[in-house]
């Protein structure tokens, strides 16, 4: 895993320098890029940036490696945000994680969700591996939304997964990727920005189990990047 530190003020550009260079390249080797988004405040910067690049748009597919169990048009849907900042300003393809009823008993809402992911995960694995997953480091090392203890951080079996009433802020159900999705992605890069991420970062370059740290997994992905802002460089580095 390659760890990058660039100034606060140049971290949405770099992001998005990261990202073209990803495009380009699946591009010319596959004739399309597959992209995840993440969501949270730390990608807003960087969509914004990357709706002003000149790039081949209509080649790229592009979905979100977890979103929140809640309507299109909630402030928490992370397809919202990134709608706003990005999507509505380039004809790409875009591949949404559909929302099952939210009505019903909780037995018939985790069944929902149990076959929302497996829909996703089918039309995930027709269009390939992903060219490009980018994950944003949570304060306590989450990435995606396997959080610190979360069942499916050793789920190999699956794409997608539902995760219902996890212990993460905000308090919602969500669908995410699996490690599956991030150990079979081409590239991962990694995003974490203000001194709030900085022990994050910092767990996540470090040895060990990735049971209480999920960061830890992009030590293992085939080709990473951890991208930081000086104020979320880890403890000890230039």
């Not at 606060?8 to 699946?26: G, T």
């Not at 809640?70 to 509505?88: E, F, G, I, K, T």
């Not at 069942?151 to 995760?163: I, K, M, N, S, T």
Request: hydrophobic letters at 50%; glycine letters at 6%; a positive charge.
């Amino acid at each position: 895993m390659e760890l990058a530190i660039v100034p606060a003020a140049s971290f949405a550009e770099a992001a998005a320098d990261r990202f073209v260079a990803a495009a380009e390249a699946a591009i010319a080797a596959r004739g399309r890029f597959f992209v995840a988004l993440t969501g949270g405040s730390t990608p807003v910067a960087m969509h914004e940036a990357l709706a002003r690049r000149s790039l081949d748009w209509a080649r790229c597919v592009i979905t979100v490696g977890d979103d929140r169990l809640v309507p299109d048009d909630d402030p928490r849907n992370n397809l919202r945000a990134a709608r706003a900042a990005l999507l509505d300003h380039v004809p790409a393809r875009v591949i949404p994680l559909r929302m099952p009823a939210l009505s019903g008993s909780p037995r018939r809402f985790a069944r929902r969700a149990e076959r929302a992911a497996a829909a996703f995960s089918r039309v995930i694995s027709r269009v390939g591996d992903l060219d490009l997953l980018i994950v944003g480091l949570g304060a306590d090392a989450h990435v995606l939304s396997l959080y610190p203890g979360c069942p499916y951080l050793f789920e190999r079996q699956r794409l997608c997964v539902p995760c219902i009433d996890p212990p993460m802020n905000p308090a919602v159900s969500r669908l995410t990727f699996t490690p599956l999705a991030l150990l079979r992605a081409r590239r991962v890069l990694g995003l974490a920005a203000g001194a709030g991420k900085r022990d994050a970062v910092t767990r996540a370059l470090e040895p060990g189990p990735f049971t209480r740290v999920p960061a830890r997994l992009l030590q293992h992905a085939r080709d990473c990047t951890l991208l930081c802002d000086t104020e979320a460089a880890p403890r000890g580095a230039p």
